[in-house]
């Protein structure tokens, strides 16, 4: 399991703003790690094609796990744009997401959303 803490209370950020998120590997013994990845990202939803941006990318090796003891902190400058966005008939969504893979094959994901600018929808 993985747990993700936002470092922001509200969940959330303003554009151009210092993004900064703490995680932690826990009930899985770290000896059956291979990689951790973590990445803050948008992707759309709603009718027609879905998006996706990837704003930050981590990956940490085995040993790069193992010397942290399971824990790590992510931070990065989010971007300008696309804002978050709550139409009827498209969404904006921004989270931070962490990929545990296991030497055994199994990967486990975490994800945790938040809001880029003040949150919009449609009336």
Known sequence: MIGLRLCQPQGCYLPSMEFQCRWHVERI??????????????????????????????????????????????QTQLPASPLSYEGRLLRVRWCVRLRLFLLDGREIVAQQPFYLGALTRDV
């Open 29 to 74: 013994s770290l000896d059956q790690v291979d990689r951790l990845e973590a990445s803050v990202l948008w992707y759309t939803e709603g009718k027609g094609e879905t998006d996706l941006g990837v704003a930050a990318f981590q990956r940490l090796d085995r040993d790069a796990v193992l010397r942290a003891s399971g824990r790590g902190f992510l």
